[in-house]
């Protein structure tokens, strides 16, 4: 009899975030395959005879080529195997986890998703800002700033034009362009709209800065914030940025 693949969620970082679904999920597998962004931590739930394999990339490695991971995520599953994937956040929120399962559905395999708390949440909460608020946002756009597939660049003035009209914008994948952002997003935002970014949400090694879009990319460099990074744009941030939880510098002149 064929096995099953999970697409588990495995949260920000904080193991704490797993929901009780994906930690049975996890307890479950016998063979667990295991994203980069994944906190080793949650591990700790896996059966003990389960196999563990690793297929992300961090610090300049290769990373697993996909084509490899749907291999083995089919040929364990045809196995008889309970496969868990494990990816960071939620699966299906940048995590390709859409076309994985479309692959193995296609191949006749049953697959289930769990979800999980997706790294532009956990950023939010972990700065004490909510993303929708009734006075300054009515609304939230989860969008990356990598390339679309169809190599369209992004469109930055619209996604400025809807902050503008109150939506927190909350930017994966953003920090390694952080200049195509700034400059992109000015072009229908003021200087003065506040910005943020956290690196490692909800992790102990989590950095955050808070400042103005003017300055965001200066902010960046100067706080050597890198990836993994969520940036947040909007009014939201206006509490914080009183606050000053930052190092950085806040505004420009
Ligand atoms: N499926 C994931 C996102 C995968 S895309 C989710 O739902 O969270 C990878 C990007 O997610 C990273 O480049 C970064 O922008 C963001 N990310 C993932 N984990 C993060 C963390 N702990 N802190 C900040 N950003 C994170």
């Known amino acids: 009899m064929n096995g099953t693949v999970t697409l588990v969620g495995a949260g920000p970082g ?16 016998t063979v667990l395959l295991v994203d980069d962004l994944v906190n080793d931590e949650v591990l700790a739930f896996a059966a003990p005879g389960a196999r563990i394999v690793q297929v992300g990339k ?28 494990l990816k960071g956040g939620d699966p299906f929120i940048f995590g390709r986890g859409g076309e994985e ?23 939010a909460t972990s700065l004490g800002v909510p993303l929708t608020h009734r006075e300054h946002a009515h609304g939230v756009i989860f969008v990356t700033a990598h390339a679309r597939a169809d190599g369209e660049p992004l469109d930055w003035y619209a996604l400025a034009t809807a902050a503008a009209q109150g939506l927190t914008l909350v930017i994966y994948m953003g920090v390694t362009s952080i200049d195509a952002l ?19 949400a909800s992790l102990p090694q989590q950095r ?42 806040a505004h420009t002149a």
């Open 14 to 29: 904080d193991p704490e975030l797993l929901t009780l679904k994906a930690v049975r999920a996890i307890g479950r597998a």
């Open 58 to 85: 961090r610090g300049g490695c290769q990373s697993t080529p996909q084509a490899f991971i749907d291999k083995l995520m089919a040929a364990e599953a045809l196995k008889g195997e309970t496969v868990v994937r």
């Open 101 to 123: 399962a479309e692959r193995l559905r296609a191949q006749g395999i049953a697959v289930e998703v769990v979800n999980g708390i997706t790294a532009g949440l956990a950023a």
């Open 182 to 200: 700034q400059s992109g997003l000015r072009r229908g935002l003021p200087g003065a709209t506040p910005a943020a970014v956290v690196q490692y």
């Open 208 to 249: 955050q800065l808070v400042c103005s879009l003017e300055a965001l990319a200066a902010s960046v460099r100067a706080e050597r914030i890198g990836s993994p990074a969520i940036v947040i744009v909007g009014d939201v941030l206006r509490g914080v940025q009183t606050l000053s939880l930052t190092r950085a510098a």
